[in-house]
């Protein structure tokens, strides 16, 4: 299909191109244009049905949209800004240099510019910051007959008409009433009998993390923003819930692997901005290391006793980082999801803590026979006259760093999270070079204890 559109737009059938196009989803549509000649875009662009072109203007990303905008006369640019909605206006104004952004408001009247104004200065990371202020909202004196004329009358111009607010004159909410609510009973009943006045709603400040958090929880298409009076100011659709889990998730799982969180898809990312988003974090857990080196270096002039033993540090190392990493990743994400609060500390640390006991039982026993057979028998690592101390030391050592390094990556996140740190930054990396120096300093007292080797 891709292969068969870029072949008519390099023959010049738009004709042929328009209905093809006309017969696609937005998504798709937009996918097209990255792969499409940058000269031919605005061409493209202006094939489309009008309403058609809006909905795949959402879809492209900001540099797309800045290259349009750039092409567009004034009217054009007025006419794809007043198919959007206002949450998909802000979003694309929010992403626009400062430029750009003045010929957008310039093409709208002052009423949605006012209310542009009003939504571009909630925080980034606030529920009115994603809400779009189309909706239908209902009064509970009315009709069901009454509803279906308003619906009617507004409905093309609100972002969804299933869920439908119901609110006094004040504008404070009172209730909700669905579409399937309002079919399924006699057009002269009143609204006020039949809407719901167990209103889920968030707050404008609400972080959109939490508003998104809510989708999940209850299965909504659509939850209601009010602000600090209870007046109903807005709405979040679950279209932009699924977008904030996404860039939180993203955001996440860039911050346990060390990385800044980028703005951009990977193939938009230059390699100097790629550079700089990994080199903070690279650069302070080299530092960190030196902690490592420090340790054993603090115990050069007696390793010279301690043999083939230095052999088994990388192993005790790798296992503690990797046991501390998959308990901070766990309860990190059980963090964002709203499992876990810092009350619950004690309740993980009793869990993790037995997790741990088992994890190290089990892996203990494998090494213990591992050592034994392989790396004595085999390899011939150990001193033969203190083999089973030997192989005990190892084993001790083992242990304990899998026990610490779960105590350690399942708390860290929490107490993060409780002094105002993002949780994320407590993961994988950071936590492996801290299990590291711990399990070293493990080892060399199991050593020196056991051994008197160091």
Same mark, same amino acid.
């Given at each position: ?21 006309? $017969? ?22 202006? *094939? ?55 010929? *957008? ?53 609100? $972002? ?229 101390? $030997? ?10 760093? *899998? ?27 950071? *936590? ?23």
């Amino acid at each position: 299909m891709e292969e068969k559109i870029l072949a008519l737009i390099e023959e010049r059938k738009f004709g042929e191109l328009k209905n093809m196009l006309s $017969e696609m989803q937005p998504p798709d549509i937009a996918a097209i244009f990255e792969e499409a000649p940058e000269k031919d875009i605005p061409i493209i662009f202006r *094939i489309l049905p009008k309403e058609l072109a809006a909905e795949v203007f959402v879809e492209m990303d900001s540099d797309m949209q800045q290259l349009l905008i750039a092409a567009f006369s004034d009217k054009e640019l007025h006419d794809v800004i007043d198919e959007l909605f206002m949450d998909d206006t802000v979003d694309i104004i929010d992403e626009m240099p400062a430029t750009v952004t003045k010929r *957008i408001l310039k093409q709208t009247d002052p009423k949605t510019r006012q209310m542009i104004n009003q939504l571009l200065a909630y925080p980034d990371d606030s529920a009115g910051s994603i809400m779009t202020t189309e909706y239908i909202d209902l009064k509970k004196s009315m009709t069901v007959e009454k509803a279906f004329d308003r619906i009617r009358k507004i409905g093309f111009e609100s $972002e969804t008409i299933y869920s439908c607010y119901v609110t006094d004159a004040g504008r404070h909410l009172l209730g909700i009433v669905s579409v399937k609510d309002l079919l399924l009973n006699p057009k002269e009943e009143i609204i006020g009998n039949i809407m719901d006045e167990n209103v889920i709603f968030a707050n404008t400040l609400d972080d959109k993390e939490y508003v998104a958090g809510l989708f999940e929880k209850y299965d909504m298409l659509a939850l209601p923003i009010v602000d600090k009076e209870e007046r109903l100011v807005g709405i979040v659709t679950v279209d932009d819930a699924i977008d904030v889990l996404q860039e939180e998730a993203t955001e996440d799982i860039e911050k346990m692997a060390a990385i800044l969180p980028s703005e951009h898809s990977y193939f938009k990312t230059s390699v100097f901005d790629t550079f700089k988003a990994r080199i903070p974090w690279l650069m302070l857990l080299m530092i960190s290391a030196t902690f490592t080196g420090a340790i054993i270096s603090g115990f050069e002039d007696k390793l010279i006793n301690f043999g083939a033993r230095i052999a088994f540090i990388p192993m005790l190392m790798d296992t503690g980082g990797n046991s501390g990493s998959q308990a901070s990743v766990t309860v990190i994400r059980a963090i964002s999801m709203g499992d876990i609060e810092f009350s619950d500390i004690l309740r993980v640390l009793w869990k993790e803590i037995r997790v741990a006991f088992m994890c190290a039982t089990a892996l203990v026993s494998i090494n213990f026979i591992k050592l034994f057979f392989v790396d004595n028998l085999l390899l011939g690592n150990f001193d033969n006259g203190k083999v089973i101390v $030997e192989i005990c030391v190892v084993s001790a050592t083992l242990f304990c760093a *899998i026990v610490v390094a779960k105590i350690i990556g399942c708390s860290l996140p929490i107490l993060a999270k409780k002094i105002g740190f993002d949780p994320a930054v407590m993961a994988s990396p950071l *936590i492996t070079t801290i299990v590291d120096a711990i399990s070293l300093i493990i080892y060399f007292f199991m050593a020196n204890l056991m051994l008197g080797a160091v």
